[in-house]
Nanobody
Framework: QVQLAESGGGLVQAGGSLRLSCAAS????????MGWYRQAPGKQRELVAT???????NYADSVTGRFTIARDNAKNTVYLQMNSLKPEDTAVYYC???????????????WGQGTQVTVSS
């Protein structure tokens, strides 16, 4: 199973930017969907953005226009560029990989350990 390692989190002031990276332990070329999720204290984990193997992207309404997800298959890495950060973006950000097998008709997923993003007001 693919292993994921996030990096790039940190402390930033409101209005600032951060770029998160998610490095996979193997090729992500055939992984159907790569995504970023986040979990704030006391809240459920929520979707931030996803990108499919075909390049289609999907964003949460709260980050549309501010965040950009991109995958680099050659580097086995997925990025999340976060601009115009707000205090409500403070959370642990997790990377997720989802792969569907057309042989077993089953999907499997893998998660990274998370990286903390803190936005001060």
């Amino acid at each position: 199973q693919v292993q994921l390692a996030e990096s790039g989190g940190g402390l930033v002031q409101a209005g600032g930017s951060l770029r998160l990276s998610c490095a996979a332990s193997e090729s992500i070329f055939s992984i159907n969907s790569m995504g970023w999720y986040r979990q704030a204290p006391g809240k459920q984990r929520e979707l931030v953005a996803t990108v499919t193997s075909g390049g289609s992207t999907n964003y949460a309404d709260s980050v549309t226009g501010r965040f950009t997800i991109a995958r680099d298959n050659a580097k086995n890495t997925v990025y999340l560029q976060m601009n115009s950060l707000k205090p409500e973006d403070t959370a642990v950000y997790y990377c997720r990989a989802y792969k569907y097998s057309s042989i077993t008709f089953r999907g499997s997923e893998a998660w990274g350990q998370g990286t903390q993003v803190t936005v001060s007001s």
